[in-house]
């Protein structure tokens, strides 16, 4: 790990406008993943800037009648919140499907939004990747691809989206609220918050420089049976293959978003309208544009296939 220098922040924007005065400089609170990151040099940032301090650990009923969460709602807390669990439970599934228990008490609702891929090829310093050193190459383009995307990627990365919990944010139209170094505060909505890669890969979100996530919202509750289905190569510590995280009304309308297809949570709005006609259909409508390597194209399928399972277990539930 190479040498950096620390200081902790006395308030959001403090933390924001020492954030875009040095450059490379990244915030840290759990620490899950960007220590591992700084272990293997992948990231080296020259100063860290500590932001557990913030009092950004609250979960909070909002005059809409929705949940205004803590950038620092440490994951544990946030899936076992009684409103989560009783008004959003499609974000709480999530949660407790991702990672184990002793990372879920660390890691914190804007650092799982922040997380970066779990490409072999990016934790490989050897290999050429894009989102590590652009310019570089994809080493995944003509590598092993079985985990990688099947849609919205480019030629420049294959790379998908780790996160279980965003993939929930993404159906529940979260919001993402930040400070910006100049003070002024602003929302992203969930689905313009994480870009696909195009040409420039490393550049993963659409914060500005500097800016700070304070917390995610959500929306009054929607109602309706809550599901997330994760596959995975094994059943614990595992990143998804696929996942689909639906919330599905009696009459078989609703909401649908998958993960591990794509460079973010993917969620087709359009698509939405075949829900009563069944996953072929909603399938046939969300992944029109795939381009699936030979080793992934099995996703498709397998996407197809969970959703059936999604929709046949609401049916069930209702």
């Known amino acids: 790990m190479k040498s950096f220098t620390y200081v902790r922040a006395k308030s959001p924007a403090d933390a924001a406008s020492m954030a875009a005065s040095t450059s490379g400089a990244r915030f840290i609170a759990g620490g899950t993943n960007l220590l591992d990151l700084m272990k293997l040099e992948i990231e080296t940032p020259p100063h860290l800037i500590d932001v557990n301090g913030l009092g950004l650990?609250?979960?909070?009923?909002?005059?809409?009648?929705?949940?205004?969460?803590?950038?620092?709602?440490?994951?544990?807390?946030?899936?076992?919140?009684?409103?989560?669990?009783?008004?959003?439970?499609?974000?709480?599934?999530?949660?407790?499907?991702?990672?184990?228990?002793?990372?879920?008490?660390?890691?914190?609702?804007?650092?799982?939004?922040?997380?970066?891929?779990?490409?072999?090829?990016?934790?490989?310093?050897?290999?050429?990747?894009?989102?590590?050193?652009?310019?570089?190459?994809?080493?995944?383009?003509?590598?092993?691809?079985?985990?990688?995307?099947?849609?919205?990627a480019s030629t420049a990365c294959i790379a998908t989206h780790p996160s279980d919990m965003a993939v929930a944010m993404r159906v529940l139209d979260a919001a993402v609220e930040t400070v910006l170094p100049n003070g002024k505060s602003r929302q992203i909505k969930m689905k313009d918050f994480h870009r696909l890669p195009g040409a420039t890969p490393h550049i993963e979100t659409s914060l500005q420089s500097g800016e700070f996530i304070t917390a995610v919202t959500l929306p009054k509750p929607l109602g309706g049976t809550h599901v997330y289905h994760k596959v995975r190569d094994r059943a614990s510590y595992a990143f998804a293959l696929v996942s689909v995280a639906a919330v599905i009304q009696a009459d078989g309308r609703g909401r649908v978003a998958f993960g591990g297809v794509a460079h973010k949570p993917w969620r087709v709005e359009a698509a939405e309208r075949e829900l009563p006609n069944g996953a072929a259909a909603v399938a046939a409508r969300v992944f029109a544009d795939a381009v699936p390597t030979p080793e992934n194209e099995f996703k498709r399928i397998l996407a197809e296939r969970t959703l059936a399972g999604v929709l046949s277990e609401t049916r069930g539930r209702s």
């Open 57 to 152: 650990d609250k979960i909070e009923d909002t005059p809409s009648g929705g949940l205004r969460i803590g950038a620092l709602v440490r994951n544990t807390d946030l899936a076992a919140d009684d409103r989560v669990r009783r008004d959003y439970g499609v974000l709480s599934r999530a949660l407790l499907a991702g990672a184990s228990g002793q990372l879920r008490n660390k890691a914190t609702t804007a650092g799982n939004l922040l997380q970066r891929t779990r490409c072999p090829y990016f934790y490989d310093t050897a290999q050429a990747c894009n989102k590590r050193q652009p310019g570089s190459g994809c080493s995944a383009v003509r590598g092993f691809s079985r985990q990688h995307a099947i849609i919205g």
